[in-house]
């Protein structure tokens, strides 16, 4: 598995891998006809946006496997809350779900923890649907909430919660052990 920054040939791949990821990690926690409503094209689009106008705060990060397919990526960048208790955010993680469970997920986190870092940015929380299972994955990464929110999707108003690491360095060295 490779990970590495995204490019902007990657829009098709990432895109793949984000609607998928996203049918699968919310397949009973969103209703159907939302899921159902999102389509590769528009996410498509809007990946080739994003990767032809990156912005050098907000990295994107691709893990590959050993074919050249995308199976996940992860974004990250400042705090999107302007009264934010943190710093820096992890904006997205999404990983194909045959491939969870073999350190992937760990490892793209790692890289936008380490960037986010290196940009001189020194805490980070991350948004989480709370029926999200991928919620004990923040929690084993030594996460603690920082706060509640919601999150409307279609007709749905969802709660989510904030897993916040106020000192990024603790969070490095966990991502490097696990």
Same mark, same amino acid.
């Given at each position: 598995?490779?990970?590495r920054q995204a490019a902007a040939e990657d829009a098709y791949g990432i895109a793949h891998a984000?609607?998928?990821?996203?049918?699968?990690?919310?397949?009973?926690?969103?209703?159907?006809?939302?899921?159902?409503? *999102?389509?590769?094209?528009?996410?498509?689009? *809007?990946?080739?946006?994003?990767?032809?106008?990156?912005?050098?705060?907000?990295?994107?990060?691709? =893990?590959?496997?050993?074919?050249?397919?995308?199976?996940?990526?992860?974004?990250?960048?400042?705090?999107?809350?302007?009264d934010s208790k943190c710093q820096g955010e992890l904006y997205a993680i999404y990983l194909l779900?045959?491939?969870?469970?073999?350190?992937?997920?760990?490892?793209?986190?790692?890289?936008? =923890?380490?960037?986010?870092?290196?940009?001189? *940015?020194?805490?980070?929380?991350?948004?989480?649907?709370?029926?999200?299972?991928?919620?004990?994955?923040?929690?084993?990464?030594?996460?603690?909430?920082?706060?509640?929110?919601?999150?409307?999707?279609?007709?749905?108003?969802?709660?989510?919660? =904030?897993?916040?690491w106020p000192d990024i360095r603790d969070l490095l060295e966990r991502l490097k052990d696990n």
């Amino acid at each position: 598995m490779n990970i590495r920054q995204a490019a902007a040939e990657d829009a098709y791949g990432i895109a793949h891998a984000h609607l998928e990821a996203w049918h699968q990690a919310y397949k009973n926690i969103i209703d159907e006809q939302t899921l159902a409503q *999102m389509k590769l094209d528009h996410r498509i689009k *809007m990946w080739e946006e994003s990767l032809r106008n990156p912005q050098p705060d907000k990295p994107i990060y691709v =893990a590959q496997d050993t074919d050249g397919s995308i199976v996940g990526f992860a974004s990250g960048g400042p705090s999107r809350k302007p009264d934010s208790k943190c710093q820096g955010e992890l904006y997205a993680i999404y990983l194909l779900k045959d491939f969870h469970g073999n350190k992937t997920g760990t490892r793209l986190f790692h890289h936008i =923890a380490a960037d986010l870092h290196g940009k001189g *940015m020194n805490s980070l929380l991350a948004w989480v649907l709370i029926k999200n299972p991928s919620l004990a994955f923040y929690k084993k990464l030594g996460g603690a909430e920082f706060e509640r929110g919601t999150y409307a999707i279609g007709g749905q108003v969802l709660e989510n919660v =904030a897993m916040g690491w106020p000192d990024i360095r603790d969070l490095l060295e966990r991502l490097k052990d696990n």
